[in-house]
C-alpha cells in the first residue's frame, strides 16, 4: 500500500522524486547561487513537512528550487504556493462533466492534504452564489439513454446511500461504478433535457456521498474533488439547496482540518441561495462551529439561534443530503461550540442531551459525539470518565471502518497525562498505541 503523504511539501517532492535529503541538498545549492547560506537539512525539511512554517529566506530558496514565480509566494502564502496545489474549474464554463470525470477517476489517492487552497474554494464559493445556471438545451449526439435506466440507477445510488454507517464501508466500490456509469452516459449518451437534469442530480449526490467516504478514510484531497465535482453537477441541475450542502460539505472540511475562516465564507455564500428551512439550519450549525473556533461567541451564538430557528420551523421534506439532521446533532455541535469556548460544563450537559436523542444507526455520528463528550469530560477534570467514553467512540470508529474517527481520538488521547496512573486512562492509551 502506498504511504500517504500528509503535506503539499511531501507531495512537490514526490512529484520530483526528491528524497528529503536531496531537498535539503538542492536548497543548498539555490542559497550558493545568491552568495549566501542555507543549514538546511534532511531533519528542517522534515519539520517543514509537520509542524514548522519556513521563513522568508527560506521559502524564497525553495520556490527557486520548484520554479515557482515569487510573487505567488507572496500572494498565497505557505504552503499554498507549492506545486500540485490546483485552482477548481469555475461554474458556467461547460466544464461539468470534465470535473465529474477527474473525480469519478480518482480512485487511488496519495494526498491527505487539500488540493485546492482555501481561498480558491471560497472564490468557487462566490461563483456559486452569484451565476446563474446555464442548463444545456440540446441532446448530444450518442446513444439514446433509456429513461428506465436512469430509474434504476437512481433507486440503486438511494438503496446504497441509505444503507446503516456500518455497512457503508463496503459500498464504495458500489458507488464508484454508479458515478462512472452516470458520468459516461452524460458525456456520450442523448438524452432530453428532463433526462439531463436528472443525470446531473444524480452525479450530484453521488459525488457528494462518495466524498464523505472518502474523507472518512483520511483522503481528503479525493473528498476535496468530489465535492468540488458536486457543487458543478448540481448548479448544472439547477438545484440550489443540493449545491450549498457540497459547499458545506467542504466548508465542513475545512472546520475538521483547522481552517474556519474559510469555512465561515464559504457558509455565507451557501447560505445566500439555500431555500429548505431544514438545509439552512445544518448550514448555520456548521457556521455556528466555524466562529466558535475562531472564538467569536456572539456570532456563533447568533448562528446557534438561526440553526435552532429553521430546524424547528422545518415543515417541508428535508434533502436526502441532510434529512438526518434533528435536534440530537443541534444539542451536540452546540456543546462542541462550547467546547471551544471554553464553557465545559455547559458543552458536557448539551452533548449528553443530544446523544440520548441520537438513532442507534448512526453510529459513525455516535462516534464523532463521544469523542466530543470526552472532550468536554478532560476539559472539565474528569480524566477517568473522559478515557471511558474516548474508548467507546474509538471501538465504534473502527467497527465501521471510519480512519478520520479514529484518528480524532488518537489526537485526543495525546492530551491526556501520558504518565497517568488512571487505570481508564492507561486502557485508553493502550488501546490507540494498537489502533490502525
Not at 458556467?92 to 470534465?98: D, K, V
Not at 446503516?164 to 452516459?185: C, E, K, N, Y
Not at 464523505?212 to 479525493?222: E, N, S, T, Y
Not at 442531551?353 to 444507526?361: F, I, M, N
Request: charged share 20%.
Amino acid at each position: 500500500m502506498d504511504e500517504l503523504i500528509r503535506h503539499p511539501l511531501a507531495y512537490a517532492r514526490w512529484l520530483h522524486g526528491w528524497s528529503q535529503t536531496e531537498l535539503a541538498r538542492r536548497v543548498k545549492e539555490a542559497a550558493r547561487r545568491r552568495d549566501r547560506r542555507a543549514g538546511t537539512s534532511r531533519q528542517r525539511v522534515s519539520l517543514w513537512e509537520t509542524s514548522v512554517t519556513p521563513d522568508e529566506f527560506s521559502q524564497d530558496l525553495l520556490a527557486d528550487v520548484f520554479d515557482v514565480p515569487h510573487d505567488r509566494v507572496t500572494a498565497l502564502g505557505w504552503p499554498h504556493w507549492l506545486p500540485g496545489q490546483e485552482t477548481p474549474a469555475p461554474l458556467g464554463t461547460g466544464l461539468t462533466i470534465t470535473v465529474l470525470r477527474k473525480a469519478a477517476q480518482m480512485a487511488v489517492d496519495r494526498r491527505t492534504f487539500l488540493t485546492y487552497t482555501p481561498a480558491a474554494l471560497s472564490a468557487l464559493a462566490l461563483q456559486w452564489a452569484t451565476i446563474d445556471p446555464a442548463l444545456a438545451a440540446g441532446a448530444t449526439n450518442g446513444r439514446p439513454v433509456d429513461p428506465a435506466f436512469v430509474d434504476w440507477l437512481e433507486k440503486t445510488a438511494r438503496d446504497l446511500t441509505s444503507l446503516p454507517t456500518a455497512h457503508r464501508q463496503h459500498t464504495g466500490a458500489l458507488l464508484d461504478g454508479h458515478l462512472t456509469t452516470v458520468v459516461d452516459l452524460l458525456e456520450r449518451g442523448s438524452y432530453s433535457s428532463n433526462l439531463e437534469t436528472r443525470l446531473h442530480a444524480l452525479a450530484a449526490g453521488l459525488s457528494q456521498t462518495i466524498g464523505w467516504h472518502r474523507f472518512d478514510h483520511q483522503h481528503h484531497a479525493a473528498a476535496n474533488r468530489y465535492w468540488h465535482a458536486a457543487v458543478h453537477a448540481a448548479h448544472q441541475a439547477g438545484d440550489t439547496d443540493m449545491g450549498a450542502g457540497a459547499l458545506s460539505d467542504i466548508a465542513y472540511q475545512n472546520i475538521w482540518l483547522g481552517q474556519p475562516r474559510a469555512a465561515a465564507e464559504g457558509l455565507e455564500h451557501a447560505l445566500s441561495r439555500t431555500t429548505n428551512p431544514t438545509a439552512r439550519s445544518l448550514l448555520f450549525l456548521r457556521k455556528a462551529r466555524a466562529h466558535a473556533m475562531l472564538q467569536e461567541s456572539r456570532a456563533c451564538h447568533r448562528d446557534l439561534a438561526q440553526a435552532e430557528k429553521f430546524l424547528n420551523s422545518a415543515t417541508d421534506a428535508a434533502p436526502r443530503w441532510c434529512a438526518w439532521m434533528s435536534p440530537a446533532d443541534l444539542a451536540v455541535d452546540t456543546g462542541r461550540c462550547l467546547i471551544d469556548l471554553r464553557q465545559p460544563q455547559r458543552a458536557h450537559e448539551q452533548i449528553s442531551q443530544g446523544l440520548a436523542l441520537l438513532p442507534q444507526a448512526r453510529n459513525k455520528t455516535k462516534a464523532v459525539f463521544l469523542a466530543y463528550e470526552a472532550e468536554s469530560l478532560l476539559a472539565h477534570g474528569d480524566a477517568t470518565q473522559a478515557a471511558e467514553l474516548a474508548r467507546d467512540s474509538l471501538s465504534l470508529a473502527q467497527q465501521i471502518g471510519a480512519s478520520r474517527c479514529v484518528q480524532q481520538i488518537r489526537n485526543l488521547s495525546a492530551t491526556f497525562d501520558p504518565l497517568s496512573s488512571d487505570h481508564s486512562v492507561e486502557r485508553l492509551l493502550h488501546d490507540v498505541a494498537l489502533a490502525h
